[in-house]
């Protein structure tokens, strides 16, 4: 019954509009279309089947409490006025109007009374008498309508109608037993949508959609106790994308399935299963954690798009019994996850069929088993998997596991694989990183996958182990079986051992069956067979490579095969040895059974080459090496010479050089022999061989720093095979840092030398010798000695003109003959002006000058450009008519670039000074004399680019250069008369100028061990010249004249041909051990000649500017000048 102040309060809301939340929550009430005939009623645009019922409120309490007006009053109001429009109206045959029952505030029962004469009006239910209540013929499946004290709308039994098959977060409640649904259901975004199977057996076969612009959820539970028995199952094919919750009980896809992006959560205590012939999918899947088991059961298809995670307490069950399913033993059973399957449950297992996993990757810690069933595992991308695969129990043999899929599977632990029957690695790799594993009793890697043991504690029992045609073996495990090869097998992972206890036979049935041995600086892979009786049998191939490049040493014995047990049988069955040791060409490879391996222990070759069948029993091991040979006759050189690390092995290879040597600079129809006799081919060993040109082509320099190379290698060498181990490993060189200490050799040269082995070809190898030489040093003394000889030669051009400037002064004569200035303040009263042309004392003189000049490479010396920059600033002073002096200060630049054997660079700023004198003893002739100093601060770099290696050597140092000269020059007028400043001049000269340049000892940073030091050196140049200039002056004015002037000379350097003048002396700076080498650079040559044109204008009696260009031909190179400068007398 209302209470007074309720009934007010809701009497006072009759005036209210139908605004605000209820507005909007109308419209998610989506009412089924009410039958022909119903009453409707239309609700803001929507039409509701309105059923009247005479009773009490109690016994329709349930209906009335899930009506969509309920526990709003203003929603009640609404109906109702609605009601009084249409179908109320009509309903004049009752005395009380329609009730519109509702709740107000959780607490008290009122209506909304729709009258048909009296309009609508607000009550309260009188419980124990009748009245007319009003409800909707069929509402959504929403929570009023859920089971409440027994009690509920929300039941499988009314749908069609008191509900609609639409969920709007309501449950809805199966209480018919066996029955199956057809209805097609609506699915809200509420996370409360349900069903619960309540103890029933129900099948829904309609299909749950969203509702419009909704992903929709559904949530499946069983709110009874748990039992097997009672399932629901779902024929439809769903399109809901929302999210899907098996909270607790059994969900069956029989035929049905969820949406292909819709995700799915298994609780743990529920089940999903899919049952034969069904093809089913789903969003990324999990299932089970802590608590009761959860279960997925597969008996058909299941393909998840996205990740399935199998948690703690999940058990995923393929032909599962426990699901009811009547064709147990039809359709395929298979798991297919596009993304992770990561597997931390209970064990995957099947109960006696076959299944198939196909999985974007796999990971986790838990077991799938193989039984007596043949799992196909197919993994997409690489895996690491911490669990086993298998049949764990003791004694039992068995199924099959098929691998498939272009992807790595790494079983990570102990006992990753178990008892198998078969292992059959059809696609891709299966790794086994840990031993323990069972027992398998065939095993077979077919054509394009691998099984690794990457280490050796990895270890697989296989009765036989076939590897097919283009499979592959690798690894530095353990395989106790017999291997059969006819595709690759490959010890190690980098340099290892991979050990067979049981018989081994290769390429019985494939010519082309490998055996594959890495080698290194100390040692090589290793093929072990162990245990008595084996049989070994050799056909196919030897394929013998280094390592990531590394150098091997030269006579140091390798082992590839030990067949360690007694009573071994077996042999080659034409077995071929193929090298890929690409820096070998210098050297001859031999195996055992070749006669030159004598030289290295000729007990086994004389064991391995005896006629004695009891003898030939010794010969266990497949050995081989590689000996150095001389450069030019390809003989085997004898290793007993150079078998101790140190300065004497260093000493004696650096006279005759090594495998560098000879593959740079041997005799290359030798070394084409010799690779051929390696197991190369002709062409390749042609082509590997073919001599080159310039950069490409061995010169004196390249080829001492060759020997100075082999040098170290052979110490470094004699290290290895004299015993010498411990320390470091380097990289992956295989040398160690106790070898290079006792070869005198730093780490970073093992490395250098690895890089200098992988160079393929002879062009290549010299192109990466001259990259490391100190020829641009050498050769940038010839460009040291132009700068200081150019800076002399143009501060002497200076004071080189046709006649002194001069200029017409007046002055008064004293009886005395004194002459004073016409307009000095001595001037005497009475003056007798005179005429006079002076000469000026002082000139200030300004010169830029820049020289491009280009070497050319002779005796295979490098090419290469420089230029020489300078500017000069100097002054003079004439004491005398015949006497005058003069000094200089310049700046300019020194510059060695486009070297053409290697990334070269040369820079030096040049900082100079000059002093010179002039004697004219008459009109006709001028001796000048110059003495002159220049600073020379260089800076360098070197880049140094080859087998790997990227490094840039840089350097500072200082030079200091002096220079002195001594010219004469006449003066001849072909009209006669000197005097005339206009008359046509010859002037014929000739000079002598010597030259010295000193430079300090300085070393490069930057390279590691290719870093140089260079030693201090003193370049000299003694140069004599003699040519002509003739001068044309034209007179423009009478102050202004223009004078052109053609230059022809010869030049000669006593010295220029010398070697000594620009020969260094440098040493690796880290490698001290292996001393000097002479280097030699290009120089200019002895002769030149010169040709020159300038001009020169005399702008007043005080200025003149001038330029000009001339051409140097020397007998190795040529270099072209310009410049200018300005003369200012005073």
């Known amino acids: 019954m209302l209470n007074h102040k309720a009934s007010l309060s809701l009497r006072k809301a009759t005036r209210t509009t139908l605004t605000g ?82 709740e107000d505030r959780g607490f008290t029962i009122g209506t909304w009374e729709a009258s048909p004469d009296k309009g609508i009006s607000n009550r309260g239910p009188r419980e124990g008498d009748a009245w007319r209540y009003a409800y909707v013929a069929a509402n959504p499946i929403i929570p009023t309508g859920n089971i409440s004290g027994g009690n509920g709308i929300n039941l499988t039994s009314n749908l069609g109608s008191l509900i609609t098959p639409e969920f709007q977060g309501g449950t809805l409640t199966v209480d018919q037993d066996n029955s199956t649904y057809t209805q097609n259901f609506t699915l809200n975004g509420s996370t409360t949508n349900t069903i619960d199977a309540n103890g029933r057996v129900s099948t829904f076969s309609g299909i749950f959609r969203d509702s419009s612009n909704t992903a929709g959820n559904i949530i499946f539970r069983d709110s009874s106790a748990p039992n097997i028995a009672n399932v629901i199952r779902l024929q439809g094919r769903h399109t809901y994308t929302g999210s899907s919750t098996i909270e607790s009980g059994n969900v069956l896809l029989d035929g049905g399935s969820f ?74 059973r298979s798991l297919s996850v596009t993304g992770v399957l990561t597997h931390n449950g209970e064990n995957i297992d099947s109960r006696g069929g076959n299944y198939s996993i196909n999985t974007g ?202 067949v360690t047990g007694d009573n071994a049988t077996g042999g080659e069955l034409g077995l071929k040895t193929n090298l890929n040791v690409v820096g070998s060409s210098g050297m001859t490879f031999v195996r055992e059974t070749d006669r030159e391996f004598r030289l290295l222990d000729p007990a086994y070759y004389a064991t391995c080459t005896s006629n004695d069948p009891a003898v030939l029993l010794g010969c266990t091991k497949l050995q081989f090496a590689w000996l150095k040979v001389d450069p030019d006759t390809g003989v085997a050189v004898n290793p007993d010479r150079h078998k101790t690390p140190g300065q004497s092995t260093i000493k004696a290879i650096k006279q005759t050089g090594g495998a560098i040597t000879a593959a740079s600079s041997g005799n290359s129809s030798t070394n084409t022999n010799t690779c051929i006799a390696n197991g190369g081919t002709t062409a390749t060993c042609q082509q590997q061989n073919k001599q080159g040109s310039g950069s490409g082509a061995a010169n004196t320099n390249s080829t001492n720093v060759a020997k100075t190379l082999d040098a170290g290698w052979a110490s470094l060498s004699a290290a290895v095979t004299s015993g010498v181990t411990g320390g470091s490993a380097i990289g992956t060189t295989g040398y160690t840092t106790n070898q290079t200490s006792a070869a005198l050799v730093t780490p970073d040269f093992a490395k250098v ?133 003069g000094g200089a200060f310049g700046y300019g630049q020194a510059n060695l670039y486009n070297y053409e054997y290697a990334n070269s660079r040369i820079q030096s700023d040049t900082y100079g000074g000059s002093l010179w004198g ?69 002037k014929p000269r000739t000079f002598l100028s010597y030259a010295v340049h000193n430079q300090g000892s300085f070393s490069e940073f930057g390279a590691q061990s290719l870093n140089l030091d260079v030693d201090s050196h003193t370049a000299d140049s003694l140069l004599w010249g003699i040519g002509f200039t003739l001068e044309t002056p034209i007179k423009l004015n009478s102050t202004n004249r223009l004078i052109p002037r053609l230059t022809v000379g010869y030049e000669y350097d006593f010295m220029g041909d010398a070697n000594e003048e620009h020969q260094l002396n440098a040493s690796f700076s880290e490698l001290p051990a292996l001393g000097s080498v002479d280097v030699l650079g290009q120089n200019r040559g002895a002769n030149a000649l010169d040709v020159g044109l300038s001009i020169e204008i005399e702008t007043s009696d005080s200025v003149s500017l001038y330029a000009g260009v001339n051409g140097g031909f020397w007998s190795n190179g040529t270099e072209v000048s310009y410049g200018g400068g300005v003369k200012y007398s005073w």
Not at 756 to 762: D, E, G, L, V, Y
């Open 21 to 102: 939340a209820f507005a909007f929550g109308l419209v998610s009430w989506i009412g089924a279309m009410p039958a022909r005939g119903s009453n409707l009623v239309t609700v803001e645009g929507k039409d509701y089947a309105i059923i009247f019922q005479y009773t009490s409120f109690n016994n329709i309490s349930t209906i009335l409490r899930s009506q969509p007006w309920w526990g709003n009053s203003t929603a009640a109001r609404t109906f109702a006025r609605s009601c009084w429009y249409s179908a109320c109206k009509s309903s004049s045959g009752y005395v009380i109007g329609t009730q519109f029952a509702y």
């Open 259 to 332: 949406f292909k992006t819709s995700p799915v959560t298994v609780k743990p205590g529920a089940r999903l299963g899919i049952l034969s012939s069904t093809k089913a999918e789903a969003g990324s899947t999990v299932v089970g954690g802590p608590g009761s088991r959860s279960h997925l059961d597969i008996n058909g298809t299941f393909k998840i798009n996205g990740d399935l995670t199998l948690l703690e307490r999940s058990r995923t069950l393929f032909n599962s019994g426990d699901i009811s399913d009547t064709s147990l033993a039809a359709g395929t």
């Open 361 to 562: 990757e796999l990971r986790g810690s838990s077991n799938i088993l193989v039984d007596g069933e043949t799992l196909t595992l197919t993994i997409q991308n690489d895996s690491s998997f911490d669990g086993g695969i298998g049949d764990f129990n003791p004694g039992q043999q068995g199924g099959a596991l098929i691998k498939k899929g272009n992807s790595t599977l790494v079983l990570t632990r102990d006992q990753g694989l178990a008892n198998l029957r078969q292992l059959k690695i059809e696609e891709g790799q299966i790794t086994l990183n840990n031993g323990n594993n069972g027992t398998i009793l065939q095993t077979n890697i077919e054509s394009g996958a691998s099984l690794s043991l990457p280490n050796s504690s990895g270890e697989l029992t296989s009765n036989s182990l076939d590897v097919k045609s283009s499979g592959i073996l690798k690894g530095n495990g353990t395989i106790t079986g017999n291997v059969r090869n006819e595709g690759t097998v490959s010890p190690g992972n980098s340099i290892g051992t991979l050990t067979v206890d049981g018989n081994y036979v290769q390429g019985a049935s494939n010519p082309n069956a490998s055996l594959n041995i890495e080698v290194d600086g100390s040692s090589s892979d290793l093929l072990k067979i162990t245990g008595d009786n084996r049989t070994v049998l050799l056909g196919g191939n030897l394929n013998i490579s280094s390592y990531n490049n590394a150098a091997v040493s030269p006579g140091k014995i390798y082992t590839a095969i030990d």
């Open 753 to 885: 030398i690895a890089a200098f082995f992988s160079i393929p070809t002879r062009i290549e190898l010299n192109q990466a010798l001259h990259s490391i030489t100190a020829e641009p040093y050498a050769s940038m003394q010839s460009v040291a000695l132009e700068a200081i000889e150019q800076f002399g030669k143009n501060s002497l051009a200076l004071t080189d003109r046709s006649v002194p400037l001069t200029h017409t002064e007046t002055f008064c004569k004293t009886d005395d003959g004194t002459l004073i200035p016409a307009d000095s303040p001595e001037r005497p009263d009475t003056c007798e002006e005179r005429t006079k042309t002076v000469g000026s004392r002082w000139s200030l003189l300004l010169d830029g000058t820049n020289t491009e000049a280009t070497l050319d490479g002779t005796s295979d010396l490098a090419s290469l450009d420089y230029n020489v920059f300078s500017t000069i600033y100097g002054l003079q002073y004439a004491f005398s008519p015949e006497w005058s002096a």
């Open 918 to 986: 002039i004697y004219r003893p008459s009109a006709n002739w001028k001796f000048s004399g110059l003495l002159g100093y220049m600073n020379l601060q260089y800076d360098s770099s070197r880049q140094m680019n080859f087998g790997g290696l990227n490094r840039t050597a840089e350097a500072n140092w200082d030079g200091n250069a002096f220079t002195a000269a001594l010219d004469a020059q006449y003066n001849w007028a072909l009209n006669g008369d000197n005097s005339d400043p206009d008359a046509i001049r010859i």
